[in-house]
Each structure stands twice: as C-alpha cells, then as structure tokens.
C-alpha cells in the first residue's frame, strides 16, 4: 500500500515538503500525529535518510512512544534508539554524550526531582532564621530558569529566594546534580560555549521535527533554532488556537519568531476535522473567530451531521448539575457507556458540586489528571484544621496541621509531646499545655494551641462558613497561597468553595454549630470513600487544560459564567489573556465527537455566597443560530446583566413565595418532600423517615418546586 494513501491534499503536502522550514497549522482532530510520523517514514524510506539523522521533540513521553510505535510499523523497524523523544529527554542524551565539555560538571552526573531538590533546600535554609517554604521557592527558581516574569510578593518568600538560590545552583555544581529545569538550560549553554559540539549535531540532524510548537517556551525554540542552522530543515506542527498554556511559560508569539526568522518557511494549513461533527466545528469557528491575532483556518468536518450543540441556562446551579445527569442517564439507557461522557469546566472547584450528585446518583465518576475535590491537599488540611477545633484528642489531624503552613515545629517537639501525652493520658494537643520547651519553634506551638483555642471559643458565635476565614487569616494559610502561582490560587479558590459546603451545612442539619459541623465532618468522610466507584467505565470531570488532546463522545461544558469563564483572575482589558480564555472555550468545544451541551446557571452559591452571574462572554459572542437553547420552565436568558452579589434578603425564589400546603418540593439535600404549612417566609416541610419534618427558608436555592 502507498504510504500516502489516506492522506488528504493538505496532509499530502506536510508529508512531501521535506525541504526547507515548514510550518503546519494543524486543526483540532485533523490528524497531526499520522502526518509527522508519516513525514519521518516519507524521508527515511523515499528519501533514504539514515533514522540517526532525524530528530523529533514533543512534550510528554506518552506522544514520543506513540511516535515510536508508528514509526516502527509504517517501516517495520526497530525505533527504539531513534531520536524521537520528549525536549528533556533528548538533552539527557546529549549532555550524557559531551558533559566533558561543560564546565564544572563531570561524567555520571544526576537528575534530582521535586523531592530531592525540596530537601536540599531545606537542608540549605537549616540553621538560619529563613522560615521555609521550600516549594515555593522552588517554583520561582523554576520561573527565573525558564525565563518567565514573576514577581514575589511576600517578603519571607522574597528573603529566603534572594538567600537560597545562588546557594542551591552552587550545590548542584558542587554535587554533580541537575534539576529538571537545568537539562534544556545546559545543553543551551553547551553548544553556545563549545561551537565544535554545535556544529557536530547540526551536521548530525538534517531534519528536525517540533510537535505541538504552540506549547514551545522561548528556550526550546532557542535549542531548536541553534540545531537547524545547518541544513534549514525545520519542521513544527501546532495550532495556534490551542495555545493554553503562557502560565507555563508557553510562549504562543514563537509562531510569528520563526517566521519572522525563516523568511521561506512555507505554511501548510490542516483544516479537515476527523472528530466532530459540523455543527459542533460550525461552534468552535464562531467562537475563535473572535480572536485577531492568529493564522486564519477554517476546520471543516469529515463527518457531515449530528446534533446542533444544546444551550441550557438553568435557574440554580443545582438545576444545571441534575441537567447534566439526566442527560447521561438517558444516553446511557440508549446504550452509551458511561465513559463517553466528560464534564469540563475552567476551575476545579466546580467538580464539588458535580461530585456530589454523581455520588448520590450512583454514577462511576473520574477526575481526569487531578484529584476528587475532597481528596485535595488544602481541603483534607481544612477539614483537619475543623476536627481539631472540635476534637482536641484527634491525633492524626493534630499532625496534619500542626505544621501547615511551616512553624518550625519538628518530630522532636512532636516526640516530646508524644512522651507527654502518654504519661499524662493526654492527647498531642493537650499535651502542649505541659510542653517547657523554650525558642521560636516553642514559642510558634503555644500559638498554635491558643489559637485551636480561640477558634473553637468561636464556633457557635458565628457562621459556619466564617469558621474557613478565620482559620485561612489566623494560621497563615492564606498568606502562604497569596501568590501569583497559578497552582496557589487555585488552591486558594478550592478552600473558598470549601466554605460553600459549610453554608449548606447550616440548613442541612439541625442543633448547634457544633453539632452541625460535627455532622458534616462525619458525612465528608463518606463522601471521600469513592474508591470502588472508580473504574474506566466512568464519567470524566475535567479542567479544559486537562482535557486537551482527549476526545469525547458527549461533552458538557459547565458553569459557562462571566466570572467563572472567562475567569476573573484575569485581565479583561489585556488581549492577550482575553484571546487565551477564548482559545481554552475553543479547546474545550473541539473536544466533542458527536454531541455538545453548554451549561449555565444564573444562580450559584460560590465560595459561600449566593451570586447572580450572566452568561459567559462566549456564549454571548456565538452565533445563536449554530445552537438549540433548552429551556424548561425558566426565563430565556438576558445577556446584559452585571455580576452582583445577592444581599439576604434578595435571594432568588423558585416559586414566587407562593408555596402553600400541599406543594411537591425538592431539595437538593433532603430530596422529594411535601409542603405541610407556611409561616412567612419559612415554610415546614415533610421529607422521607430518614430526614423526617424540618423548618426551611422558602426562598432557599437549594428548593424547586416539582
């Protein structure tokens, strides 16, 4: 069979231009991956070109295996010592080869990974007075490496990097060591210092292949400009409307610098989509459309038909989650698995509620590269932080906090305690009161046990929810995410969800705000233990980020809000960041094969507060004749609205107040149940025998009217 064989005009033309730098624009779904190892096959088998002399870089090892194996059956060959392999990968191999040449580093050097380079700096700030935090330093020497700007706000964090970094980069050398960072860095500084070593690997690769060159950060286009010198034959794929990645340091303007700096580069356009339907791609063209700075491609679907993407805008957050569900059940009662679902959304804390629901209905559920929302780091220390407060004999929460964010308060201080507590019968907690240690780490304990103290003197005086910023501004927790870290702040966004469950909390349960949280705290342990609930015949919830290069049969595109999305941790009047988010709406469209749900609330509890948000500015700049709205029984939705914060007493109603004995509700926690009386505003319903008769407010969101 011909190799080009099932290669459209366009894939023809990537594959065959083997001269000269060739830039390729390739559209969501329109076969990348098939034309570069396809390309790699054309040039060794027609061209004759030995295979040691081709390179090709991309980003994970999972894509580089994949080449490989591709590779390997177009020729039959073993591919295995090919030069195809991820950027860090292919710097291993060279820096293994000519390490001599570098100065100050030797034969047999190593590659330290996160942990290892956490300890040294750890072991570097011993015996100072720098309080810590060695990950994040880290991360900001990771941004200095790769060239990106950042600013440290924090003073603490501030000192100790402009301390520990020059003297970690000296221990490296001292020890033979490189991070992960230091691999592209040090190849870049090895062929810059030693022209004879360049010149040796530009005569070595006549071809040079990039994957995904829209993700390339300025360093790796430096290493892949230096190598193509020679012979000129530099070949990217890539797609400018999936640049989503500049918090990475992924630097989209390298599109417009190679062309700028290869003046012949010839551009091929790939514009037949092999995934979705027309009318999903019809969405997706409308929407980056929007974008001025980009090279124009309009995607085109192999497959003609299917469903016009759905718009549902639902009155409460709680109506769009049960949306999403009915939706899955009834296409999987018509034979779909549940794994051909996904649920994206643009920030993580908005799987909490899906999670939620999922759970109650029995539906198999997985967080697609990430983790359930009550198995994160700053929501187990949450809860940890509250059994304490509640719990003063809970050891294992004790030893989760009693340290986070850093107090110096190391595993003597806790065997001290430990000894302690165990002649006295006391807890670890307890036990402080009989602690005589004396310096800063003792001194930072006894804050800790009054301020337990002082929380737990609080609890029935003020909200529930209140109890999370109390306890984020009197530990330091949330001076220790306030950073312009996009893993910080999303962390930090969590923890204000967090605040959501503690909000419904107070009309879920009955008794005091101790008895109530000590509710919730017992039912939050059921909701972790989802495990055998997760299998690969699952439903996918996921970041748009996460979820690039998947595909789905089913996608619903969720709290689709101005707000949410576009995100408000981002400049509205920087283009740049505007063009971005509208890439990421963009990607997430693209990930539907057959059907396409965008999904909205005017109404969500938010980091515990009830908002009213409009649509999102996507759903506003598409055409509203490329989808359907769905509207059951709620007002179409206006588009002009501002963002505002409901005050108490303007909370939404889902009946007008017009409740009265007899009515058929439900609740969002208690489920289906039947109105026995109204008082004013409240009204007295009667729920099944496991909840039994209760007291709410008729205006609560978390009420419909059936």
């Known amino acids: 069979m011909d190799l080009l064989d099932g290669l459209n005009e366009s894939q023809r033309l990537a594959v065959t231009t083997t001269e000269g730098p060739v830039m390729v624009m390739a559209g969501a779904g329109s076969g990348k991956t098939k034309v570069l190892t396809t390309r790699i096959t054309y040039i060794i088998?027609?061209?004759?070109?030995?295979?040691?002399?081709?390179?090709?870089?991309?980003?994970?090892?999972?894509?580089?295996?994949?080449?490989?194996?591709?590779?390997?059956?177009?020729l039959n060959m073993d591919t295995k010592w090919m030069w195809v392999s991820t950027f860090h990968s292919f710097c291993v191999r060279v820096l293994r080869s000519e390490i001599n040449y570098l100065k100050d580093y030797k034969p047999g050097f190593q590659i330290i990974d996160d942990d290892d380079q956490a300890k040294i700096i750890k072991d570097l700030l011993k015996d100072t007075f720098y309080d810590g935090k060695p990950r994040e330093v880290l991360k900001y020497i990771s941004k200095d490496k790769n060239g990106m700007a950042f600013k440290i706000h924090d003073f603490e964090t501030k000192s100790t990097f402009d301390y520990v970094y020059p003297k970690y980069e000296n221990y490296l050398k001292e020890n033979n060591l490189f991070d992960f960072d230091d691999l592209i860095i040090k190849t870049i500084e090895l062929f810059k210092k030693n022209p004879m070593v360049l010149e040796k690997y530009?005569?070595?690769?006549?071809?040079?292949?990039?994957?995904?060159?829209?993700?390339?950060?300025?360093?790796?286009?430096?290493?892949?400009?230096?190598?193509?010198?020679?012979?000129?034959?530099?070949?990217?794929?890539?797609?400018?409307?999936q640049s989503i990645y500049s918090f990475r340091g992924a630097k989209i303007e390298n599109i417009n610098r190679m062309r700028k700096e290869f003046l012949e580069t010839k551009l091929i356009l790939l514009e037949k989509n092999y995934r979705s339907t027309t009318e999903i791609l019809n969405l997706a063209n409308s929407v980056i459309d929007k974008n001025t700075n980009q090279i124009k491609k309009v995607l085109k679907s192999n497959d003609s038909t299917g469903d016009m993407p759905t718009y549902f805008h639902a009155a409460t957050s709680y109506d769009e989650v049960m949306f999403v569900i009915e939706r899955i059940k009834k296409y999987v009662d018509m034979g779909d698995k549940y794994s051909d679902f996904a649920i994206l959304y643009r920030a993580n804390?908005?799987?909490?509620?899906?999670?939620?629901?999922l759970i109650k209905n029995k539906i198999p559920y997985q967080i697609y590269g990430g983790m359930s929302f009550y198995s994160r780091k700053e929501i187990k220390d949450m809860v940890a932080y509250l059994r304490l407060i509640l719990m003063s004999d809970d050891n294992y929460s004790f030893r989760r906090v009693v340290n986070e964010p850093k107090r110096?308060?190391?595993?003597?201080?806790?065997?001290?305690?430990?000894?302690?507590?165990?002649?006295?019968?006391?807890?670890?907690?307890?036990?402080?009161?009989?602690?005589?240690?004396?310096?800063?780490?003792?001194?930072?304990?006894?804050?800790?046990?009054?301020?337990?103290?002082?929380?737990?003197?609080?609890?029935?005086?003020?909200?529930?929810?209140?109890?999370?910023?109390?306890?984020?501004d009197n530990s330091g927790y949330r001076s220790m995410l306030d950073t312009d870290d996009e893993e910080d702040m999303d962390r930090l966004e969590n923890i204000k969800e967090f605040k959501s469950i503690l909000s419904e909390s107070e009309d879920f349960y009955e008794g005091t705000n101790s008895e109530k949280l000590m509710m919730l705290l017992q039912d939050l342990a059921l909701r972790t233990d989802k495990n055998e609930m997760e299998d690969k015949n699952s439903v996918r919830?996921?970041?748009?980020?996460?979820?690039?290069?998947?595909?789905?049969?089913?996608?619903?595109?969720?709290?689709?809000?101005?707000?949410?999305?576009?995100?408000?941790?981002?400049?509205?009047?920087?283009?740049?960041?505007?063009?971005?988010?509208?890439?990421?709406?963009?990607?997430?469209?693209?990930?539907?094969?057959?059907?396409?749900?965008?999904?909205?609330?005017?109404?969500?509890?938010?980091?515990?507060?009830?908002?009213?948000?409009?649509?999102?500015l996507f759903i506003r700049e598409m055409n509203r004749n490329l989808y359907e709205d769905y509207h059951k029984g709620f007002k179409k939705p206006t588009f002009d609205k501002p963002t505002i914060e409901i005050k108490k007493e303007e909370k939404p109603t889902?009946?007008?107040?017009?409740?009265?004995?007899?009515?058929?509700?439900?609740?969002?926690?208690?489920?289906?149940?039947?109105?026995?009386?109204?008082?004013?505003?409240?009204?007295?319903?009667?729920?099944?025998?496991?909840?039994?008769?209760?007291?709410?407010r008729a205006n609560h969101p978390a009420i419909r009217r059936i």
Do not use: W
């Open 45 to 74: 088998s027609e061209l004759g070109i030995n295979p040691y002399n081709i390179l090709a870089v991309t980003f994970t090892n999972k894509a580089a295996n994949e080449m490989k194996e591709r590779i390997a059956k177009n």
């Open 349 to 357: 804390y908005i799987s909490r509620e899906f999670e939620d629901l």
């Open 541 to 616: 919830l996921s970041t748009f980020h996460q979820a690039k290069g998947l595909e789905f049969k089913t996608v619903f595109m969720v709290a689709m809000e101005d707000g949410i999305f576009p995100s408000d941790n981002i400049d509205r009047m920087n283009i740049k960041e505007m063009e971005e988010e509208r890439r990421i709406c963009y990607v997430g469209i693209t990930r539907a094969k057959k059907r396409l749900f965008l999904t909205n609330s005017t109404y969500r509890m938010r980091f515990g507060v009830t908002s009213e948000f409009p649509p999102s």
């Open 202 to 241: 530009q005569d070595k690769f006549q071809y040079i292949l990039v994957d995904e060159f829209q993700d390339t950060n300025s360093l790796q286009y430096d290493l892949m400009f230096m190598l193509s010198q020679r012979h000129h034959n530099l070949f990217v794929v890539g797609d400018d409307f």
């Open 408 to 472: 110096k308060i190391g595993p003597s201080i806790i065997a001290k305690l430990e000894v302690i507590g165990d002649n006295r019968n006391l807890s670890l907690f307890d036990a402080i009161e009989f602690y005589d240690g004396k310096g800063i780490a003792a001194n930072n304990l006894f804050e800790f046990r009054n301020m337990i103290l002082s929380i737990r003197a609080q609890i029935d005086n003020v909200r529930l929810k209140d109890l999370i910023d109390i306890i984020l």
């Open 654 to 696: 889902v009946s007008n107040n017009t409740f009265k004995a007899g009515d058929k509700i439900n609740h969002k926690a208690f489920g289906d149940g039947i109105v026995v009386s109204v008082d004013g505003d409240n009204i007295k319903v009667a729920f099944s025998a496991e909840f039994g008769i209760k007291t709410l």
